[in-house]
């Protein structure tokens, strides 16, 4: 079984160099894997001992982070060696302060696994949710490198649970310890014999409501909105977008202003928003070094507009600023980060493919998160939330409680793997 999985590590990464050249993503992929041995080999003095932390992208390091810096708050000359799988990943986070090294996850096979031991010697490793990669953690179990798998969800059909998961299970057993989101996972994990496993809860809660407490005003949105209603689009693809601008533009002159924040800023995706969103429109980009009243004054005083954000890492503190938000990615692969509007008390809305993200129905439960299927449906809801005062402070108090609720799994977390470290 480890044979086949080699097979299939080789062949994906054989078919990203092969899409290199015509695919960005690949480019990135490949082109920043380069030196990777180079750079880690000239840091190594300075990681020996450290805390090893892996995420697949930012959404995972975000779901990750309240762990790393409530650690390094405990234990602040720790090293730490913070790796990412994806590109988009690496370049928001490259220059994270809490990191002595941020760097691209090694491919994994054996050679490259046991390489990465001997020059960093890692005295612990966390994985976030959903990383798991044979070689890495078997030469970790093999040190005696206590491991641990960090906000962890399981599903009934994942190969874990299937006649032919034999070498995922031997992922698991590699783990010091596994905390999962739920009892769900939990008891799936115990169904098979893992006996390493707690329910620790989702630690991104503790990071939406820290940065919801934190406050960080952004003047230019606020100027942008004024009085007015403020629908945030957040990490919208070409779908999302699509089924927006067919609801609003049911409204007219009455719909409610927008901010759009794409999810990957693709000059012709920025281009399509600037056409089909609701007019006066301007770019984050062009208003950014502008005195917020003048913003004020060319955009603020229309009842309608739209702000298009062409900058990464501002999202989560928009929401501050909506009275609703449609969370994007429910008409692609899933959707993606709804605790940061609900952290603000805003309800959201969001499309179909939700069903693998438990606070999506949970929100839904608490009467917080809408499902919609079509333009029709959305602008039905956008009326029912917008033009109903009572409809819409209700799902403004149970989204904030429902978030509220759920932090402290930091905690649990921090508290099973600080005493391991020294």
Partial sequence: MPLLHDLAIGAYHFGIRCAAPWNKKATAWVNGREGLWERLQQKAPQLQGCLWMHCASVGEF???????????????????LLTFFSPSGYAARKDFPWATHVEYLPPD??????????????QAAIFVKYEFWYHHLHALHDHQVPAYLVSAVFRKEQPFFRWFGGTWRQMLACFTHIFTQDARSSDLLVGIGVKNVSVGGDTRFDRV?????EQNGLPLPQAFKGDAPLLVCGS??????????????TFGDQAPKCIVVPHELQEAQLADIEKSFPRPLARWSELERSDPANVAATLGVERHGSLLVDRMGLLARLYQYADVAYVGGGFTDGIHNLLEAAAWGVPVIFGPKHHKFAEAQGLIDVGAGTCVNNERELATTLRTLLSDRAALEHA??????????????TKKVVDLILPQLG
């Fill in 62 to 80: 975000e779901q990750g982070r309240p762990v790393l810096e409530e650690i390094k708050k405990a234990r602040p000359g720790l090293p730490v």
């Fill in 109 to 122: 096979n054996a050679r490259n696994a046991e390489r990465l031991q001997s020059l960093i010697a890692p």
């Fill in 209 to 213: 409501a820290e940065i919801a407490i």
């Fill in 236 to 249: 919208t693809w070409p779908a999302d977008e699509r089924l927006l601008t067919e609801a609003l533009a």
């Fill in 396 to 409: 403004t108090a149970m989204a904030k409680r429902y978030v509220q609720q759920r932090t402290g799994a």
